[in-house]
């Protein structure tokens, strides 16, 4: 059975705190991303990596950084945790073929107090 | 300004009633995917139709890909309550890497008992 997983379901930081979204896929896809989803702005993409090492800005990037230092591994992380960036974060992966389905993770419900 | 608009955002009907809900943009999509998100849960893909004029069944799911390839719509016959959640369409455009897919907003459906 075909596997995204994020490290937290829920998670609970300080304004200004480091913050790491850890995303794994088993699938041996070459593409990852994150999105975060808000009410009433839907699914909006961070960042997306398609190979190790490589990252491209997704229509949201401010105030997050990406690492992709292994093939099923993709971070998302947030620099300095402001109260703006509470939300939904969701991790996808895909293959390489034209067309191919998203696989989302459980997501992580970010709250910055 | 969106690029693909899901319309209507929010539906809650009856069990036993059709609906219909759509995707519309201005721009052409080389395929369009339709996912489903539970509460709690990360997007879930339905179906990918691909070829302008496209129909697909997925038991009491009707899904249709418009001929200019630039909309398509979901038509649910006999609602259940299972069929509760949010319905995303995603887009992937011409020229566009594989992995670059564009949402809608989403329509939350919810089907009372």
């Known amino acids: 059975d075909v596997k995204v997983t994020q490290s937290s379901r829920y998670l609970v930081k300080r304004t200004g705190e480091k913050v790491f979204l850890e995303c794994v896929q088993d699938?041996?896809?070459?593409?990852m991303f994150w999105y975060r989803q808000d009410p009433g702005l839907g699914l909006r993409l961070i960042y997306f990596?398609?190979?190790?090492?490589?990252?491209e800005k997704g229509d949201i990037p401010e105030g997050y950084s990406v690492s992709r230092e292994k093939k099923e591994r993709f971070s998302l992380i947030l620099e300095s945790a402001s109260t703006n960036q509470t939300s939904m974060y969701l991790c996808?992966?895909?293959?390489?073929?034209?067309?191919?389905?998203?696989?989302f993770g459980q997501g992580t419900r970010l709250t910055v107090v | 300004t969106q690029l693909l608009e899901q319309s209507p955002q929010f539906l809650s009907i009856q069990e036993g009633e059709n609906l219909t809900v759509y995707c519309n943009s201005s721009?052409?999509?080389?395929?369009l995917q339709w996912y489903r998100q539970e509460p709690g849960e990360g997007p879930v893909l339905l179906v990918t139709?691909?070829?302008?004029?496209e129909v697909k069944k997925l038991k009491r799911l009707t899904f249709q890909f418009g001929d200019a390839r630039k909309d398509s719509s979901l038509h649910i016959t006999a609602a259940q309550p299972g069929d509760t959640g949010l319905y995303l369409c995603?887009?992937?455009?011409?020229?566009?890497?594989?992995?670059?897919?564009?949402f809608g907003k989403g329509t939350k459906l919810s089907v009372i008992p």
């Open positions: 996808a992966s895909s293959g390489p073929l034209t067309d191919t389905e998203a696989f």
């Open positions: 699938m041996d896809h070459e593409n």
């Open positions: 990596s398609y190979d190790v090492k490589m990252k």
């Open positions: 721009s052409v999509f080389s395929s």
């Open positions: 139709v691909v070829t302008g004029g």
């Open positions: 995603a887009g992937v455009q011409p020229g566009a890497g594989s992995y670059q897919l564009t």
